[in-house]
């Protein structure tokens, strides 16, 4: 019952907090120069992993690997007011502009933003390749890289066959927990670090989880910690 509260507690606060943690000790550790390229390519294995599982679920349900289908196999939700945005049909298009972000008000909240703007930089491009390699997603702005909105271009949203709606599975059965999320990006971002920055990245991701475990508590850094050997590129039991 405890670990069930555990993992019931984690939000996506908890998952913008590591990152920009895990960020910030790789950058402290070696520099800003040889750190951001390794810290951008753990975000696109993590993300195309995501995508990855998205598909997978499609697939299951008989969808086609659209634009469509990929905006409805989302794998996250948040508190209603913690993501505003607004979307407009363009052609065949979806033209989306974000207003307000919970990763961007968690890191600017928290001093952070110089390093969670890694994630936007990376993240959006990498969930669609990850779903399909041939969709096309243009990400014209993000608020933590300089933008006042987020500004992204969904291509062909509104083309080709579109999702069969009496055939997907469950919401709920879509969304994944959010200690799964934050734990998948701190088994991917130490996988990266230390293949790539050896001894360095080790130290980085055992510091971010110590912060994490100081800010929050020990058993929800232990919950990262037992669920780094989870296989995140297939899907989770009836999920």
């Not at 992993?49 to 690997?65: F, N």
């Not at 969904?154 to 734990?183: C, D, M, N």
């Amino acid at each position: 019952m405890r670990d069930v509260k555990t993992r019931e507690a984690f939000t996506a606060e908890h998952h913008a907090l590591l990152f920009a943690w895990i960020a910030r000790e790789a950058i402290v550790r070696i520099g800003e120069e040889e750190a951001a390229p390794v810290i951008r390519a753990a975000v696109r294995l993590y993300g195309e992993q995501r995508g990855h599982r998205m598909a997978l679920r499609a697939q299951q349900d008989g969808q086609p690997l659209s634009m469509a289908s990929y905006l409805s196999y989302r794998e996250w939700e948040v508190p209603a007011g913690e993501i505003q945005q607004t979307g407009l049909p363009w052609g065949g298009d979806l033209r989306a502009q974000v207003r307000r972000c919970c990763w961007a008000t968690t890191w600017q909240q928290e001093g952070l933003t110089d390093y969670g703007k890694y994630y936007c930089q990376e993240i959006d491009k990498a969930v669609v390749r990850g779903f399909n390699p041939d969709l096309v997603i243009d990400v014209k702005g993000t608020r933590t890289n300089g933008s006042w909105m987020c500004q992204l271009v969904y291509h062909g949203a509104f083309e080709g066959t579109l999702v069969h709606e009496e055939a997907q599975r469950a919401q709920e059965k879509r969304i994944l927990p959010w200690s799964y999320h934050t734990a998948h990006l701190y088994a991917t971002m130490s996988a990266v670090l230390q293949r790539e920055l050896g001894t360095a990245g080790v130290a980085a991701s055992q510091a971010a989880l110590e912060t994490f475990s100081a800010r929050f508590c020990i058993a929800m850094a232990d919950v990262l910690a037992g669920d780094a050997g989870t296989d995140f590129d297939v899907l989770p039991e009836e999920r």
